[in-house]
């Protein structure tokens, strides 16, 4: 093949394992085990941990046998290759010696718009998290930058930081091809001609050819040697299990073999072997006295000469700036509020007086600024209490032993204490003057106070002592007008100088004055103001994307703006563009792309369809052109990667990607993902026959119903979950079933979550009901029903959406929550006892409660109304009627009547009577009223009924316990009396709980 | 750890990557998967198959369960780490190129003794095996360096270089430390600090706490996804798997659960996966169209423009030379014979005059040297036979159409014929003057012939197209005084360069003429003839050890001095010395290691003891300070491993050592080997009994029974297994075992191979035999007897080390060889058929045969006493006496009277008869004889004593052949005399098969 001219990749690996061996990196070799990542090397798993440094560069093949392709796909390949650094103790320049690494490279990282995007990383099966970045160039995700936290579910003392370059996708970026095949390897053979043949035939093995049985086998083994590892007190080979079962169990699920439920349990005992291996890697280390020796804390500085005294009376300005690594958007706003606060609560304690506290946020820094702080605090007085003025003085009007000992304690002479009233008695007291302290000194304590205390929602450690946030605090500048305040957080020193951009021309500057802060940053590039951020993307957006007659949401995609202008400091919109043929594409796997993947703005025509363009909005000057180009590739090599997908799956047949549900395992006692379809839809199909769906209606759901899911055997979907159903939607119009079928699909995935929308036609409605019906009740009677904050198969949210569209669709109004979960458990593969069934509706009732809770209705109602959880649609009308009738008097009355009636009848009183036996009166119209309003009622619950039926009871039952005395002797009498009461009661009691009514 | 300032190993690699990159290598990652070499990288395993040009270097941790020694051997490791280097084609320079890469690392390759030593390299398991050599540094093996011919079974065309770098060692050699922990890793940290924890844990999996079971199922898992993978047409997938099989292979087998057969069972699965692994690939490869494109062949140069005409009249001398790399000592010699045979035969055929032929041989050389070769060759005149003379002329005297076409067809007039007779008949003949080829020409032709004829006991492909041989051949230099014969054979074109010593100042010379060739060539260093090497190693050796008061035993050091001449053109002997504290070793370790693994010579004591000195024999002028050092720190660090092991065995109880025969497998279904010492004891008792032992002898059999190949479970034996039984004596001698005892368990191992001793004491000798007969039945029961060229378990050498103690010595006269197999036949774990033990009678006969024949004893006598084989000290007796007899007269006339009597009488006549019923006197006189020559015979058989008691029956026989016809019609009477004549045939029968003697 002729190749270009350009930085092979085999260059590159070796500029790398250079670069980071000046950095006094140990080169190792890759694992010599199947690994999916550089990670799982004990280079750096074993390592991370414990108290010992650690500084390696290492290559690492990794084995994503999910990723197979066949070497088809341009970017997609079963092994690629991982470049791992690990620095411990992270060395507190860590990114910028990683710039140094592109540099390295040979990329000019002031021309490209290079940036440290929020991704945090956890490996559950390895009991492994940390938190840090993707680097983007140019809008590609080139690496992956962590602060280890935690390795075996130990936590990590030192932490370290871990970077993960991927090299194919750097050397196609480098390189500008489009395929990974096309990468020059050397200057003389290309990747596809050395690892073509074995990435087909690898992704053979992964996906078509490895057998199951052998690697469930192989799996368990390896997990058996892990265990007799860990017990006979060996970690290293232990780990070598540890990982051989990890790759077993991805070979198992490239090849769709593991069901949910097992992958739980893998991951848990991976967990659990990897947590013993680490805990005893450490206990080894210990017993070698940690070879490698221990490293050494970060020197926490001594005292600097600063001038605590203010240089002038007047007030000055105080500026605080807190200096970090990118912190995720969301932090960052947060953590600048709880600056405000924490500055606002601290000054409020000390004496000192200040003007109006302003706060900034940007990626890389929190500011808080405040007006006019004085130059010292008010002096005053304190007053210092001693004996009482009745025993100071002896007879003789000498001071007595217990004056004269408060005053020698005090310091002070006897004639220096004066007489004071002190609350009941007047005392001998010292009345001290208390002097303000300076500025300086006063807003050291502050800072310290308030930087010390911040927190974010997820904090790290890195290597400083004591401190912990959501990334690490790099610099402190404080001053008071142009004085440093003197503050010391941990190893912190608060000084003048800031770091603006990095690729700046001076990247660290020195800051004159507090009151030159903004105007020294900001014309370093710094825009401080996130409005002011926010505001550059939409003037930019707008006028960029007039500039192709097109225009940007921006209150569509005002959350996507908001979370834009807090991953850059300085705000450069570019506008991007993409081949028309990608518009082929759904819309809604288009923008997924750019809004979720890459945080394009996405460019709309007026009519509101999407252009073929995109804003990015790079950090700093870059250099616009080359910025573009990376940002189109990127986006370029994402669509074709769709694309692919996209086309491939429309030349299946629907029938064909159906027919792959039978591979895919859903749980091993609930089979497959094919036969949890067919559930789903021979259960829709039998609620239809309950409901009496018949018509047009009932053949969009019964042709529905045989292709429900069909597309989670597309490719599209398997690569991108989120978009079930609406690919199942497209795919079914495009072969041609109709309209109302392709919509059914579509529907039966929702809603999705809690925002979203519920189905709208009667065969989703169905559908998604069916769905949700069939999870609950399989995995109950199999893994059970979720308990504490675990729920891995969402069973909570499948109870939502199904309550959803039974308390909001008529359609199901006639059918009952245990009626239909009966249905679904008699279609289910294992028994299905009465106890679960119960169980599963008392799960679901509960969420009914919660939801009526956050919904904001009064507790006494919902508890009033709850006996009809099983049919949430009538539970809604009742609740609504109910709303309405307790602002109604007569309802109250109406109440208190039933419940008057309730309160005297003794527990198990049958509601029944002789009416012949009725004497007075009173009870005798009680009687006929009851008749009456019982001939008002209908089947069904209905409370405006109810209470026309029923409201003309009250003035019966007042005038009944006006004048009939109930516990008469005659026993006869007596009976039917409290009979005729307890039937009054029962009235209501099929309509509302009445007893929890508090009116 | 305070590490030296040195080369570290990190840099080390850093460098080779870098240095084999500018050669054009690929640089690719280790396998991931456990592999014992970095040859199975499927960068080399896959690579080397078919005609895409490769050049690839790689690093390649190295893991051999076996090597485990828990980090505490200073030299061996279970993960040691290759550099791989693979050349394809091999460019015709790799020697060279390698040299360059030593110099990469600093190291001084003239200052320094590097070597090449013959070391083949072959995998069984992989089908795999090349030629090439081992190199030393100083006396270090630091790398193996191979034409790699064959892989998965196929021939490699082109062939490759493989270039493998042992890391540990060269670091350790040129960091100057003593124990692989010691290396610098990097400037700060060691090797035994990196990977100290590994290793030890590691071999403490591999040697204790691996699952023999667990392992033994990953082993079938692996194969058997190989197989479906092959079947699936995946060669890449199935390779990984045989590697996975390979490894857990090696673990069973470092765990000691392989038993021999299982071994066999296993490296023919993996020989035959790895051959349909290679098969496919080549498939592939062809199918994709060979992505890498295909080698082209080596250029063969066009015409030179050489003077063919001879410069002068003059005879000159000839000088022929073929340079090659390194030849095996014993292949050198070999095609020096054949280039001189070649030579002479091909000159005979020419008419070119010469004189003496000498020929040369230095390990890259192979020079023939020819005195005084003429000019050009004799002129000579052929006849050319035409019609004959009377058919030639008609009666006109006109010629006839028949002698026209003969003159036309010889370009010729008629008149140019003359009449010459040929044959019976005159007939017309042209007398052609054919004139002399000159010397050049004639010569060309005649090197052409030899070289391209020139072969080796095993021969090799390099990048030659044409040419064969044991090792690459790369110049010719070919001079008729001084004219360059303008010889071509395949690429090769004969000039008058040379080459010397490659650290010469100039390594490539021009010779002047063949006159001037020997002086020119040892000008430059190179001692052409062996003998003159010889003689230099002798001198030096003895001089060098006179300095130390000591000497070597040439006469016993010839084998060694022989091979050491064919290792060196310019033989530099150096004296080296090792520490006092290791001659606390036995000699047979000492010896062993100096001689067969390094190939110095031991240097001797007045008594005929070892000294702590050697000497090492390095080629040309090296820096000798720096190769001693070198030389001694290699000899230092195997006689440490070997003390190691001497101390710890000697510390070890024999009991000890005894137990841990149980976890060693001898072979699946026989057992383990603790079960067949037991076995060897209990038949040695046996024997015992049989043969009446008792006394000391007896006392000493049954502690010697009871300890027998304890040994084998000793560490030293374990590593040196030729120790096996010299151990055991010391160990036992050491532990106050008697010294007869500890000389039994010596014997018991006798003899070793054909040139050994038999064992001396009784105890010994039976202890052989039931170690013998032991192996013979177990084997021949389950795995069989040896077919065709294949004896893994060397059957063929027991059954001759049987025969060998039964031949020679009286104690076991009285047991037959049948006899003592049942006895061991019993004691088998499995039964053994009377089939089975009929067979290994009858194949251990036919080994005695053979024997005999090679012994050279007549064949007609081997027959005649056969039958005795089963006593064979019976069979030796009988055959000397037979020697002696057939000398005598008398001996034949026995023989030919037995056999006159044999002839006549009819197969299945019984030898009885009536004597009552004879009636002539010679027949009684016969009878009567018979029955005096019956009373003389002994019950066992003995030809000396049989001749003496029967020689009297000579003459009665030839009077009754004589008087008597014994075919009368008496019916009585003739079977009377037939039983006579039957009972004197039958006479000898016990002592010979008459039948065979040809007297």
Excluded at 138 to 151: C, P, S, V, W
Excluded at 450 to 455: E, T
Excluded at 562 to 577: K, Y
Aim: charged share 25%; net charge negative.
């Amino acid at each position: 093949m002729e190749l270009p001219d350009v930085l092979t990749m085999q260059d590159a690996l070796a500029r790398l394992a250079a670069y980071w061996g000046e950095q006094g990196c140990l080169t190792v070799q890759p694992m010599n085990s199947e690994v999916g990542a550089g990670t799982l090397n004990p280079a750096t798993f074993l390592r991370v941990l414990g108290p010992e440094p650690w500084r390696v560069a290492y290559v690492e093949p990794s084995v994503r046998p999910d990723d197979a392709r066949y070497g088809e796909n341009p970017n997609r390949i079963q092994t690629h290759t991982q470049f791992q650094v690990i620095l411990k103790p992270e060395p507190g320049n860590s990114q910028e010696l990683y710039l140094g690494s592109l540099a390295a490279l040979g990329i000019d990282v002031a021309a490209h718009d290079v940036r440290f995007v929020e991704d945090n990383w956890a490996s559950p099966a390895l009991g492994a998290w940390g938190l840090g970045w993707e680097v983007w160039l140019d809008g590609l995700e080139i690496t992956q930058f962590t602060y280890f936290q935690q390795a075996g579910g130990i936590n990590l003392d030192p932490p370290a930081v871990e970077i993960t370059y991927g090299l194919e996708r750097i050397l196609m970026a480098l390189q500008g091809v489009r395929h990974f095949k096309e990468i020059a390897y050397t200057d003389t053979v290309s990747y596809g001609e050395l690892f073509g043949q074995g990435e087909y035939e690898m992704s053979r093995y992964y996906l078509d050819d490895a057998d199951i049985a052998a690697n469930r086998s192989l799996l368990q083994l390896y997990a058996a040697e892990a265990q007799r590892m860990i017990d006979a007190g060996l970690p290293v080979p232990a780990h070598t299990y540890v990982l051989k079962c990890s790759h077993a169990f991805n070979v198992l699920d490239a090849r769709g073999a593991v069901s949910t439920a097992e992958r739980a349990t893998e991951f848990a005992r991976m967990r659990k072997l990897a947590g013993d291996v680490a805990r005893l890697w450490m206990e080894r280390r210990a017993e070698l006295d940690h070879p490698l020796g221990v490293c050494a804390p970060v020197a926490v500085p001594g005292a600097v000469d600063v001038d605590l005294v203010p240089r002038g009376p007047e007030p000055r300005a105080f500026v605080c700036e807190v200096g970090t690594e990118e912190m995720p958007p969301v932090e960052g706003r947060a953590a600048a509020g709880q600056l405000a606060r924490e500055l606002e609560a601290r000054l409020a304690a000390t004496r000192l007086a200040h003007g109006r506290i302003t706060v900034r946020a940007t990626p890389r820094r929190l500011v808080a600024l405040v007006e006019e702080v004085a130059a010292r605090e008010e002096d005053q007085d304190r007053v210092v209490k001693g004996p009482k003025a009745a025993a100071a003085f002896d007879a003789a009007g000498n001071p007595t032993p217990a004056v004269q000992g408060f005053a020698r304690a005090q310091g002070v002479e006897v004639a220096d204490l004066v007489r004071q009233q002190v609350g009941n008695a007047e005392h001998m007291v010292l009345v001290r003057r208390e002097i303000g302290r300076g500025a300086p000194e006063v807003l050291a304590g502050v800072v310290e106070g308030a930087v010390g205390a911040l927190r974010s929602g997820r904090n790290m450690r890195w290597n400083d002592p004591k401190l912990a946030f959501t990334r690490p605090i790099r610099w402190l500048l404080a001053l008071w007008g142009d004085q440093v305040v003197p503050a010391r957080v941990s190893a912190l020193v608060a000084d003048r100088r800031t770091r603006v951009l990095r690729t700046a021309p001076a990247p660290e500057i020195t800051v004159g004055s507090a009151e030159s802060y903004v105007e020294t940053v900001e014309a370093a590039g710094i825009v401080l103001d996130h409005a002011d951020r926010r505001s550059r993307i939409i003037e930019g957006a707008r006028a960029l994307s007039a500039g192709v007659a097109g225009h940007v949401d921006v209150d569509g995609e005002s959350g996507l703006i908001e979370q834009v202008a807090f991953l850059v400091e300085q705000p450069t919109p570019l506008l991007g563009g993409f081949d028309e043929s990608y518009l082929s594409l759904p819309e809604a796997v288009l923008a997924t792309v750019m809004r979720k993947h890459q945080r394009y703005l996405p460019v709309r025509g007026a009519d509101g369809r999407l252009l073929p363009y995109f804003v990015a909005v790079a950090n700093g000057p870059v250099d616009a052109d080359l910025v573009r180009a990376g940002n189109e590739a990127v986006l370029r090599a994402r669509y074709e990667d769709a694309l692919f997908f996209y086309r491939s799956d429309r030349e299946t047949p629907l029938a064909v990607m159906r027919e792959r549900l039978t591979r895919l395992t859903f749980t091993d006692r609930l089979g497959s993902v094919a036969e949890r379809a067919d559930r789903i839809g021979s259960l829709a199909r039998r609620l239809a026959d309950e409901v009496g769906l018949d018509g047009p209606d009932r053949a969009v759901l019964d042709r529905a119903a045989e292709l429900v899911k069909f597309d989670l055997g597309s490719q599209l979907v398997t690569e991108m979950t989120s978009l079930a159903g609406t690919m199942a939607r497209d795919y079914a119009a495009h072969a041609g079933e109709p309209a109302a079928v392709a919509e059914a699909l579509f529907e039966a995935e929702r809603p999705r979550n809690t925002e979203d929308a519920l189905p709208r036609g009667a065969a989703g409605e169905l559908l998604s009901v069916a769905d949700r019906l069939d999870l609950l009740t399989g995995l109950a009677a199999t893994v059970g029903l979720p308990t504490g904050s675990s729920d891995q198969f969402a069973l909570r949210r499948a109870a939502l959406g199904l309550l959803g569209v039974f308390r909001r669709r008529p359609v199901l109004a006639p059918v009952s929550l245990r009626a239909a979960l009966g249905m679904a458990a008699q279609l289910q593969p294992v028994p299905v006892s009465a106890e679960v069934l119960e169980a599963v509706a008392e799960f679901v009732t509960r969420r009914f409660e919660q939801q009526l809770t956050e919904e904001e209705q009064p507790v006494d109602r919902i508890r009033a109304v709850l006996p009809h959880a099983d049919r949430p649609y009538l539970l809604d009308r009742i609740l609504a009627q109910l709303a309405k009738q307790v602002e109604q008097p007569g309802f109250q009355q109406l109440t208190e009547a039933l419940q008057r009636a309730r309160r005297i009848v003794p527990a198990g009183t049958p509601a029944e009577y002789d009416p012949g036996v009725l004497v007075e009166p009173a009870e005798v119209a009680l009687h006929d009223a009851l008749v009456l309003a019982r001939a008002g009622l209908g089947d069904a619950p209905d409370l405006d009924r109810f209470v026309e039926a029923v409201g003309g009871i009250v003035r019966p039952v007042n005038t009944f316990f006006d004048d009939v005395f109930v516990m008469v002797d005659d026993e006869p009498l007596r009976r039917a009396r409290l009979g005729l009461l307890a039937s009054v009661a029962d009235l209501g009691a099929p309509v509302l709980a009445w007893e929890h009514l508090r009116m």
